[in-house]
């Protein structure tokens, strides 16, 4: 394996600068430790692709979050930024306020810690793409009282240098803790999916395990209720879920419609569907992704996979 530690350009950020390390693993491949990003490995037919699709704050907040998670990144192919780019939703300013506050709550190591945060180097911390977008969330979260600034430096910033101290407020303690109260409730993942009797085995011997097993409660509407009662419960149980499986396998429309639901709510969906049947997938979603199987056993390991890399696999419940 070669090893440069020159001055090279990290492919996702572009920071250009000593902390990028790059070492060959193969003609095919590369792994990067980036100060921005953190250290991934990633094909050369990926990099093309994300620059080629200006995937790169998206990934580079990805990568970043993984690492901070203390998780394994996954080496980053074509399918990963598939997945990457049809799973993570587009984040409002709200949530990215919110994710931005939790990563500093998870760097502090008591109420009243004091962060530096580098606004050049820890933007993606905010799933932001530029310096200027994390210095707004964080004049916001100061503004909404979540925030202190503990120096007297506020808000002027020249890129490259200067560090911003902040330490959360109790009222943002109050306000982590009842966002994730929420966020434990929402352990569910919805599962569109067609009724028939062969494919309730699917739902039993693959889908349910794959969700179980990567940390979620999955939720399977009843069939029996009258469809007045179907439809408001279905609208009500995307709401409460976390991620959507959309399983598209005899092409019922009730799948698409409830998926079509879930895309426009930005949750995550992860389509799935027979190898027999992905020709008579359904037009508009022929673009996204499928997860292709044969076998319950080959539905549950692939689904397993996707579910940990696009959402994240949490502690069983
Ligand atoms: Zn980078």
Redesign the pocket.
């Known amino acids: 394996m070669k090893t440069n530690t020159t001055n090279k350009i990290?492919p996702?950020?572009k920071?250009h600068d000593q902390d990028i390390i790059r070492k060959w693993n193969t003609g095919e491949k590369t792994t990067y430790k980036?100060a921005?990003?953190g250290k991934f490995t990633i094909t050369q037919m990926a990099e093309r692709t994300t620059k080629r699709k200006n995937l790169g704050p998206k990934l580079?907040s990805w990568i970043r979050n993984l690492s901070e998670l203390e998780m394994e990144v996954p080496e980053i192919n074509t399918n990963c930024l598939v997945e990457i780019e049809q799973s993570i939703p587009e984040y409002n300013p709200s949530d990215k306020q919110y994710l931005f506050l939790r990563n500093i709550s998870r760097k502090s190591r008591h109420p009243g810690d004091v962060l530096s945060i580098l606004p050049e180097l820890d933007y993606p911390l905010a799933w932001a793409s530029a310096p200027d977008e994390i210095l707004f969330y964080i004049r916001f979260l100061v503004e909404r009282g979540f925030l202190t600034l503990t120096d007297n430096k506020g808000f002027r910033y020249a890129p490259g240098n200067n560090s911003i101290s902040v330490a959360i407020s109790p009222l943002g303690w109050n306000y982590l803790d009842e966002y994730e109260q929420r966020a434990i409730e929402l352990s569910q993942a919805f599962v569109a999916m067609s009724f028939s009797k062969s494919m309730s085995k699917i739902w039993e011997q693959a889908i349910k395990p794959a969700i179980n097993e990567a940390g979620y409660k999955a939720y399977r509407i009843d069939s029996t209720q009258d469809h007045y009662k179907f439809n408001i419960k279905i609208i009500d149980e995307i709401r409460n879920s976390l991620f959507v499986v959309a399983e598209v396998t005899e092409n019922k429309n009730y799948v698409y419609f409830e998926a079509g639901y879930a895309v426009g709510r930005n949750l995550p969906v992860i389509w799935c569907v027979h190898k027999n049947d992905i020709d008579n997938v359904h037009f508009d979603t022929k673009k996204c992704n499928h997860v292709s199987w044969k076998t319950p056993e080959e539905l549950k390991s692939k689904l397993y996979d996707v579910i940990c890399v696009a959402v994240g696999r949490r502690k069983k419940i």
Do not use: G, K, P
Request: charged residues 10%.
């Open positions: 990290c996702v950020c920071l980036c921005r990003c580079s």
